[in-house]
């Protein structure tokens, strides 16, 4: 069963405005943690951003923030004031359990591009 | 920052030979990392759990064979593609968080571009 999901395989944004990437996850643990990965062309896999099942305020990195909706099993990316370096594929990802060993899953990506 | 380091970045080896990756953590201790496969425009697939000490843990439909991992330190797993086939060409990362470091992100490698010929 597809535990991550991402429905928007690709994106185009103007330069400048903001951008929502959505995902959906599928767990029956209570522990968790969601994270979202950008991968540009060179292929480097680059962390933004992560919420863990517990935390009661939505996650927010500069200008990334995570729009957590945790009875939806929903932890949507929001990229204010886009910027053409943006552009690359975006993966959600998601920590079952709460060892160190637990295994990360990620899902098929969202490919955003940005217009200038 | 936590870093990983893997090596070779890209490789180009005939069908029938055997490619071994290395995958080091160089500022902190991993006693679990893992390996990703990525196809073209595809997402990243877990392979394996790589455990130091122990047998590494692989994925369903994943032959343990094929991909052999050696996880012989804290700091360094090794994936070995044995007996490569054109198939087996791929784009290969791994990863690994620091022990302990449960909210951490998997710090990954710059990943190991596969070409057999």
């Known amino acids: 069963a597809q535990k991550i999901t991402q429905t928007q395989p690709g994106m185009f944004v103007q330069e400048k405005e903001a951008v929502t990437l959505d995902c959906t996850y599928d767990t029956s643990d209570q522990s968790y943690g969601l994270f979202w990965y950008k991968q540009p062309s060179s292929g480097e896999m680059i962390f933004l951003i992560y919420?863990?099942?517990?935390?009661?305020q939505n996650a927010t990195e500069g200008r990334y923030s995570l729009n957590f909706q945790k009875a939806r099993k929903s932890a949507n990316l929001v990229i204010s004031a886009s910027q053409l370096g943006d552009s690359a594929m975006y993966f959600c990802a998601m920590r079952e359990g709460h060892s160190s060993a637990s295994k990360i899953i990620f899902g098929s990506g969202t490919r955003l591009s940005i217009r200038p | 920052g936590a870093v990983v380091s893997q090596h070779p970045s890209r490789v180009i080896c005939k069908s029938g030979t055997s490619v071994k990756i290395e995958c080091r953590s160089l500022?902190?201790?991993?006693?679990?990392m893992f390996w990703y496969r990525q196809f073209p425009k595809k997402s990243l697939m877990l392979m394996a759990t790589?455990?130091?000490?122990?047998?590494?843990?692989?994925e369903q439909g994943v032959e343990k064979d094929k991909f052999l991992i050696n996880h012989a330190s804290l700091t360094l797993s090794t994936l070995t593609v044995t007996s490569a086939h054109p198939e087996d060409s791929s784009f290969y990362i791994c990863s690994a968080r620091p022990d302990g470091a449960l909210r951490s992100p998997l710090h990954f490698g710059n990943g190991t571009r596969l070409t057999v010929t």
């Open positions: 500022d902190f201790q991993a006693t679990t």
């Open positions: 790589s455990n130091e000490g122990s047998k590494a843990t692989y």
């Open positions: 919420q863990g099942s517990y935390d009661e």
